[in-house]
């Protein structure tokens, strides 16, 4: 058979299936209404579950597209949090720093003009740094360079609005300093007359770069042999060269050892100078 065939018989069909329909009292109208719709009602529950399970399914998508940007809103939070955390952390540490400075500012009894260090060499790291304060502020060559811990070099080169700091460091820094006097009470003579107190040592500090260029010592040379320093014991500037101003912390005694012809320590220094940020430039040895 063919298709046209087939249109023209399918078309007859219609035709004679639509004039019964029409030819029907409104009665059996509704039955065979009744009757159709029972024969599709399956399909419609089944179009009508499928269209439920599309749009949960779409629900649930939107749902966890909703979750999936809360998260990162929250995970953004989160770390901006963070961030201002440690920059509050940061800057409490900063300002408990710049108040323990200003208290020992306070408290010096030499002039004091406050630096921040602006550059390092990484090929002369514990060699020199340079400072914001010049000419300009009064820094002149050869004056000491301290924090609240201790000596941490002297000025050299001068411009406008920078130096060059030495660090005590550096082979070519030298201080002299003196050695803490021994706190214990001199022992007694039979006779009951004491013993006479040994001066305090004295000698040169300087620093001593190793061949492998890592970290150099502090040592303090020109010490007697009979020195005996004990570790712990503290090293202050003695104030001779007019340069270092007496009194001032340079750090402690690691080892003594002696040589052929004195005595020496190597020295832990006061102030890290690893972690340098603010400094002072001694001005003036009075106030």
């Not at 004056?143 to 301290?146: E, I, K, N, R, S």
């Not at 005595?263 to 106030?287: H, K, M, Q, W």
């Given at each position: ?24 009292s ?41 979750l ?10 989160n ?57 300009a ?5 050869d004056?000491?360079?301290?924090t ?8 050299t ?19 002299a ?6 706190l ?24 001593e ?19 005996g ?10 104030g001779l ?13 690691r ?7 004195d ?25």
């Open positions: 058979m063919t298709s046209r065939r087939l249109f023209i018989l399918s078309l007859i069909g219609f035709v004679v299936l639509a004039g019964l329909v029409l030819t029907l409104p009665h059996r109208m509704r039955s065979v209404q009744a009757g159709f719709l029972g024969i599709i009602s399956p399909l419609l529950k089944t179009g009508s579950s499928f269209e439920k399970q599309y749009r949960d399914f779409r629900e649930g998508l939107k749902t966890l597209e909703q999936e940007e809360q998260n990162k809103r929250l995970t953004i939070s770390n901006d949090l963070s961030a201002t955390n440690q920059t509050l952390r940061g800057l409490e540490a900063e300002n408990n720093q710049l108040r323990k400075a200003l208290g020992y500012a306070q408290r010096a009894t030499f002039q004091l003009v406050p630096a921040r260090i602006i550059a390092r060499d990484a090929a002369s790291w514990y060699n020199n740094v340079v400072i914001d304060r010049g000419g502020e009064g820094i002149k060559p004056m000491a360079v301290l609240e811990e201790g000596l941490v070099g002297k000025t080169i001068v411009s406008e609005h920078s130096t060059v700091v030495v660090l005590i460091s550096d082979e070519t820094c030298r201080v300093a003196r050695v803490e006097k021994n214990d009470r001199p022992a007694e003579q039979p006779s009951g007359a004491k013993v006479p107190e040994k001066p305090a040592e004295q000698g040169i500090i300087r620093g770069r190793s061949s492998t260029n890592a970290v150099p010592q502090i040592s303090l040379n020109f010490l007697s042999k009979q020195a320093l004990e570790p712990g014991q503290k090293i202050f500037t003695s060269g007019g340069v270092f101003p007496p009194g001032v912390l340079v750090g402690a005694v080892e003594f050892k002696v040589r052929e012809l005595g020496y320590a190597t020295i832990v220094p006061a102030v890290d100078l690893t972690t340098l940020e603010d400094v002072f430039v001694v001005v003036s040895n009075r106030r």
